[in-house]
């Protein structure tokens, strides 16, 4: 009964969202476009390829090293002791050819109740020429950026499962170059995730055998940072994630799994400002100069929404001060900033399997709309996973991204199982 009330509660908010205008023929004049923009956007590119071919879908998924990323509490239902993985992503193919997303990652288990882990993610951006305002040449450089995470997971009962991650993260994006007069510097960022998991197999829906689990997450709760002594300080992509997942056991030698998860920037929305009287005035939501946890607390109730304007386009005042937004926007902002992912993926014998998935983000948050597809081999103690995105609008720099990911089993099958009493 769990199992069904929390999957129609992410369905719930998932229609929520996709009902939002938002679609084509929507204009400025229908929707007010208020992208939320972070630091270090790198932390939030999935280098995952299976969960990658499911619509970056990965926060409830059967465990396997990637889990350090997508949810490591997931980890300690994981049927192998140890697991070490490889992910390599060409960034950005589409605007040039030398920028590249590298990802390692691995767990072992520790007990039957401890799993401990650890990832390091590098991301080069390729190579870039400085030049001044006169376009004179300064020199070559190659930014790059790097996180490096320990995980833990401890099993709180057959069941249920938490976990938490230390993260370190360093972004070099100028070398030090000399700008205006202010010498830039490298962003220094240190996170946490924190995660939890719930998974059962005690379910049989439509007389079928299956596999049900709930992934929550929230991920890169740290310092804001920047790139210089005197520049404004941005917040990191902490991101709130829910997924829930459910695999049917059709028979021997067939399985199908569905994946949904739902998450939502914990960043706060940008205000609408406008020149009254020669001084800048906030005309509706709320300032983010507050601090990170603040930030995060703000994020679910400070949407702007659309202001009235009148035909000079200034907003219309009221008698109190405030200034005038359409009814209901705020909310149906609020809403929009939700984005979704979902997949599909079907094995055959535990050794092929075939996959695919759609990820939406509101096109007044950013618009990132694609379908996602890809396969994956297992044979003994290796298993490589492949997936492709196909954009939905033509010139979209995302399109034709392509991760590949081989991953390593290492000793023996866990005794773990979702009915083992732990230690």
Not at 188 to 206: H, K, L, P, Q, V
Not at 262 to 271: E, F, H, M, R
Not at 344 to 358: M, Q, S, T
Request: aromatic share 12%; hydrophobic share 35%; no cysteine.
């Amino acid at each position: 009964m769990l199992s069904h009330k929390l999957l129609i509660f992410t369905f719930f908010v998932s229609y929520l969202s996709f009902a939002q205008p938002g679609g084509q023929g929507v204009t400025q004049n229908d929707i007010q476009l208020n992208t939320i923009t972070t630091a270090l956007p790198f932390l939030g590119i999935n280098p995952d390829s299976r969960s990658g071919a499911m619509g970056d879908a990965g926060t409830a998924l059967s465990p396997n090293s990637s889990s350090v990323m997508w949810n490591t509490a997931m980890l300690n239902f994981s049927e192998d002791k140890s697991e070490i993985g490889i992910s390599y992503t060409p960034w950005l193919r589409q605007l040039t050819n030398d920028m590249h997303l590298s990802y390692l990652s691995g767990y072992a288990r520790v007990g039957s109740r401890h799993v401990v882990g650890g990832a390091l993610r590098y991301f080069s951006l390729g190579e870039i020429t400085f030049t001044d305002g006169n376009n004179n040449y300064i020199r070559e450089f190659k930014p790059n950026e790097f996180e490096l995470t320990l995980a833990y997971a401890f099993k709180l009962a057959d069941k249920h499962s938490i976990g938490v991650n230390g993260k370190f993260a360093y972004s070099n994006l100028t070398g030090g170059l000399v700008t205006a007069g202010t010498e830039t510097k490298a962003a220094i960022a240190g996170m946490a995730d924190i995660s939890y998991a719930y998974r059962t197999e005690d379910i049989n829906w439509f007389k079928v055998n299956g596999i049900y689990s709930l992934g929550v997450t929230i991920t890169n709760v740290g310092n804001k940072v920047a790139y210089s002594a005197n520049a404004r300080r941005d917040f990191l992509p902490t991101t709130l994630k829910i997924g829930n997942a459910y695999t049917a056991k059709i028979d021997k030698y067939n399985k199908l799994t569905v994946s949904i998860d739902v998450s939502k920037l914990l960043v706060p929305s940008p205000a609408v400002y406008a020149n009254i009287d020669g001084e800048k005035t906030l005309i509706s939501g709320k300032s983010n100069d507050v601090g990170v946890i603040a930030g995060m607390i703000q994020s679910f109730y400070d949407a702007p929404g659309r202001v009235i304007r009148d035909s000079n386009g200034d907003p219309i005042a009221n008698g109190d001060g405030t200034f005038q937004v359409k009814k209901g926007s705020k909310f149906g902002e609020e809403m929009r900033e939700i984005m979704i992912g979902s997949g599909l993926e079907y094995w055959y014998n535990d050794i092929f399997a075939l996959r695919g998935g759609y990820f939406y983000e509101n096109i007044s948050k950013g618009g990132r709309q694609f379908f996602t597809m890809g396969i994956g081999f297992k044979y003994n103690i290796f298993s490589f996973d492949f997936s492709y995105l196909a954009a939905m609008k033509r010139n979209n720099p995302l399109a034709n991204t392509m991760r590949f990911t081989l991953r390593f089993t290492l000793g023996d099958k866990s005794t773990n199982d979702s009915k083992a009493k732990p230690e």
